[in-house]
């Protein structure tokens, strides 16, 4: 412990006296701390992220999150009715939208089944880094977060926190199919 404060204020003492008097005082707004060494708000591989991410999604104090399969996070009704869910919501593309490939969302499934620091990953069908039209991510992601139903996955009882993806196949600008 001992090595991370002395890290932070050196830290924040390449960053400039204002914002080092500030951690130092313990005055530093949340968004001030940059990501890079902002354990306190990094969830596991998907660091928390003011613009996009909720403030008040709730984690677990341990600050741990578990891989889905690790305890089986799931969805009510199961893997059938996830996509049976995602496949209906996703049945008329958006207008304008074009290009084929695979676009998978992560994000995390908390203790109470709630869901938030959606991220995107966008490869074309040679698994090359590409960018689908934006109103195919905003309407893909809209889908995976009006899920309602998770079920997190518990250890010795007590539910827990953990990522979860889908990865969606995309033909020509519409959804083929979901992995899962």
Known sequence: MRFYY???????????????RAQFTGTWAKADIPL??????????????????????TLRPSGRIYQYYNFN???????????????AALHTPPAGTSGSGYLTVRF??????????????????AY????????????V?????????WQPGRIDGETQDSYFYCTFIVREGSIQDVLL
């Open 6 to 20: 002395k890290f932070m204020l050196a830290a924040g003492l390449l960053l400039g006296a204002q914002q080092a």
């Open 36 to 57: 890079f060494y902002n354990q306190r708000y990094q969830v596991g591989d998907i660091l928390f992220d003011p613009a996009q991410d909720r403030a008040d999604f």
């Open 73 to 87: 996070t799931t969805y009510s009704g199961g893997r059938p009715e996830l996509r049976r869910q995602l496949l």
């Open 108 to 125: 995390v499934v908390n203790f109470r089944g709630e869901t938030d620091r959606f991220r995107v990953q966008e490869l074309d069908s």
């Open 128 to 139: 090359q880094p590409q960018a689908f039209a934006p109103p195919l991510v905003a309407w």
């Open 141 to 149: 992601l809209r889908a995976c977060r009006d899920l309602q139903s």
